[in-house]
T-cell receptor, first 114, second 112 residues
């Protein structure tokens, strides 16, 4: 079985500060991992994904995430927060061997303080 | 290549009516997923379909909800005899086999 835990349903950072959104997963096999962003009243947009290869993955809008197998984590970071980063962020995991079922975390709402 | 299309974007229904939500996947995508997002909650998986087949409906309520993805045309999520608790945003996503999911803009259902 697979699952995702996002620690912190609400995160606030100052503009220009580091953004760190946490995601831990459980999976019996090497997973595929994803981060999505949702702006108000919109659908989800893919930020970045890890499938195989390099464990540090760079995405859009300056975000990146590192797959750490030993810690079963896939935390999302951005060096300097911008006001436009305020949104809901979802981590997701899938098992490439058993199909396309995605398991989403409950989301983290990011607030950027000017 | 157009993205995932959902219509209507907003739907208002009175209690007891039927709601039909449509999803057209991206061109070339054979897998469709439906999710429900309640206010202040995350995404809840409902159902995963391929053309003419339901692969996983473990997230679907046992009654009143059904989904289909016919050989031709969009995927349909159907809610019969809607109740106030059905008010939510319903998102559709599509993907090619074994790849990431692309989401539509959602349908916001309001039951009055």
């Amino acid at each position: 079985a697979q699952s995702v835990t996002q620690l912190g349903s609400h995160v606030s950072v100052s503009e220009g500060a580091l953004v760190l959104l946490r995601c831990n997963y459980s999976s019996s096999v090497p997973p595929y991992l994803f981060w999505y962003v949702q702006y108000p009243n919109q659908g989800l947009q893919l930020l970045l994904k890890y499938t195989t290869g390099a464990t540090l993955v760079k995405g859009i809008n300056g975000f990146e995430a590192e797959f750490k197998k030993s810690e079963t984590s896939f935390h999302l970071t951005k060096p300097s927060a911008h006001m436009s980063d305020a949104a809901e962020y979802f981590c997701a995991v899938s098992n490439p061997d058993t199909g396309n079922q995605f398991y989403f975390g409950t989301g983290t709402s990011l607030t950027v303080i000017p | 290549n157009a993205g995932v299309m959902q219509n209507p974007r907003h739907l208002v229904r009175r209690r007891g009516q039927e709601a039909r939500l449509r999803c057209s996947p991206m061109k070339g995508h054979s897998h469709v997923y439906w999710y429900r997002q309640l206010p202040e909650e995350g995404l809840k998986f409902m159902v995963y379909l391929q053309k003419e087949n339901i692969i996983d409906e473990s997230g679907m309520p046992k009654e009143r909800f059904s989904a289909e993805f016919p050989k031709e045309g969009p995927s349909i999520l159907r809610i019969q005899q809607v109740v106030r608790g059905d008010s939510a945003a319903y998102f559709c996503a599509s993907s090619p086999p074994g790849r990431e999911q692309y989401f539509g803009p959602g349908t916001r259902l309001t039951v009055t």
